[in-house]
């Protein structure tokens, strides 16, 4: 009698534990069904919307950037990690460090009524950049890393683009407007 009440409890302890793991690996294939792949569209599409940014952004050497590699470096992963931004849904390699290098790939946030949300905007995939993003490739692993200065970097339009000039374009317009 003895042995079988062990024995039960021992199954019952088993069966208990697989099904915790199961639940378990339930809950993470919930999630990563969850996840969104947000898909990279290119600075052509930003450009419609964006255009003083996007006339600013050819100017600097961000878009530049694939142009600066010599054909061997382009086939490098880690040139072309840093010189591109990825590839589109289409395949087609986005060559240079386009919109979405800072901003996030804009399959989800593109529409102009998710754009005027910035909370809509961000939960589809909107970035705000800083300078941590930056010194993803600003850093000393690049060859010709001379040191980095995100202030200095952010202020220029040759750095990276000129910003709105808008005010519904301006975040701290819009915070100090729901604050008002």
């Avoid at 940014?53 to 142009?67: D, F, G, P, Q, R």
Wanted: hydrophobic share 35%; proline share 4%.
């Amino acid at each position: 009698m003895k042995r079988t009440v062990i024995l039960l409890v021992g199954l019952a302890t088993i069966l208990s534990l697989l099904a915790a793991v199961a639940f378990a690996e339930g809950d993470e294939a919930a999630e990563k069904k969850e996840e969104v792949k947000h898909e990279y569209i290119g600075a052509k599409k930003c450009k419609i919307c964006h255009k003083d940014e996007y006339t600013s952004w050819l100017e600097t050497a961000h878009a530049k950037a694939w142009e600066s590699l010599k054909p061997e470096e382009q086939a490098n992963p880690e040139c072309a990690g840093c010189h591109s931004t990825g590839v589109s849904s289409k395949d087609e390699l986005l060559t240079g460090v386009q919109c979405e290098v800072c901003h996030g790939p804009g399959s989800d946030y593109k529409k102009k009524s998710v754009m005027e949300d910035r909370e809509k905007a961000m939960a589809a995939g909107l970035i705000i950049p800083d300078s941590t993003l930056c010194v993803s490739c600003h850093n000393e692993k690049s060859p010709t890393f001379k040191g980095f200065d995100f202030q200095k970097y952010i202020s220029d339009p040759k750095g990276i683009h000129v910003m709105p000039t808008s005010e519904e374009a301006k975040p701290e317009a819009k915070e100090a407007e729901k604050e008002g």
